[in-house]
């Protein structure tokens, strides 16, 4: 033992342990930009009698709203998005329903899929109850839902007089139209609703869900698009989130532009979860580097992973999740930047 540390170039170690320190600093700081950069947005919730479907209902120019900011999506492929800076969001509530509404600039009419160019606007919002899920669509073990509002589900009929359809000729369906051929629910010709319910536990994973009580209405402003989401409070989806089971809810937003060629994952999102406090009907801010349940106790975001492994209680959670890999970090860090210096 004696050798190996006589054998150790002393001047070398010590920049090696300045360069390991400098590292584990920048992984601290990244993860607490990280931190913020998820979890904050804040706006308050108006109560109704009755629930303004309609995006152009007075109601919604008396609730109060908040503009959250809009980015690019980069974490997964295909990258892409962007071109829309912020979304306007307001948020009603009443015994029976919530409804949510987003208003954004666009000044192009993107509701006619006229030829394979063409892709279609677009609205979501992905909603998650009781813990914060990862803001990449949720995750194994933490399912998420997501509302799904697009234009051309409302005006592709030709309904509006941007309207068109690329497929005005007689065709086979199974060659030009195999969506449609296999029944792929985002391939229909119409819908009953223009609001979809779906789930995801991350990207890649969208699913279908069978059970659709979300509805939706776009209509076009001077300056783009405004879209109300409405759905019942309680509902029997197996993933659906629920707001009448005093839990918080964690809100996300994302819109499409299909003039920018922005479609799947090509899209402008929230990198920031709102929250919504289910027995106040209030959204507030989510508590930086954690989920917080509506009775103010502290959660990791790893809650519904834990409650399937059964976990081993803020210790154990402080100890994988922050402690082991930090210690890895620096004995890496160290080892390398020593071995590099040396020679």
Do not use: C
């Amino acid at each position: 033992m004696t050798g190996r540390l006589s054998s150790l170039d002393r001047s070398a170690a010590v920049r090696a342990s300045l360069v390991s320190l400098v590292t584990v600093l920048l992984l601290v700081l990244g993860q607490t930009a990280l931190s913020a950069a998820v979890t904050g947005g804040s706006q308050p919730m108006a109560s109704v009698d009755a629930m303004p479907t309609d995006p152009t209902d007075q109601r919604w120019a008396d609730a109060p709203s908040r503009t959250a900011d809009l980015s690019a999506q980069q974490m997964a492929p295909p990258y892409g998005g962007g071109s829309v800076d912020e979304v306007e969001v307001s948020a009603v509530s009443n015994d029976t329903h919530v409804a949510f509404r987003l208003t954004w600039a666009d000044p192009t009419n993107d509701t006619s899929l006229s030829s394979p160019e063409n892709y279609s606007d677009a609205a979501a919002i992905m909603l998650k109850g009781g813990e914060s899920p990862p803001v990449t669509m949720g995750a194994a073990g933490q399912p998420v839902n997501i509302w799904y509002w697009r234009s051309n589900w409302q005006f592709g009929d030709r309904s509006a007089e941007w309207s068109g359809d690329m497929y005005a000729y007689p065709h086979p369906d199974a060659e030009t139209r195999p969506g449609s051929a296999a029944d792929n629910p985002l391939s229909k010709p119409e819908y009953a609703s223009y609001g979809q319910n779906y789930y995801a536990k991350g990207y890649g994973s969208l699913s279908h869900a069978s059970a659709q009580p979300v509805q939706a209405r776009g209509e076009r402003t001077d300056e783009g698009w405004s879209v109300v989401f409405v759905r019942e409070r309680s509902t029997t989806g197996q993933y659906d989130a629920s707001f009448d089971e005093h839990e918080t809810v964690y809100l996300a937003f994302g819109v499409w532009n299909g003039s920018e060629d922005e479609v799947n994952g090509q899209k402008s999102i929230t990198l920031q979860f709102s929250t919504l406090d289910t027995d106040s009907g209030a959204l507030g801010q989510a508590d930086p580097g954690g989920a917080s349940d509506a009775d103010g106790s502290g959660s990791d975001g790893n809650s519904a992973t834990d409650a399937g492994t059964g976990g081993g209680g803020p210790f154990d959670s402080f100890l994988f999740d922050y402690l082991l890999p930090l210690l890895a970090a620096i004995v890496v860090s160290w080892l390398v930047a020593y071995r590099r210096l040396k020679s």
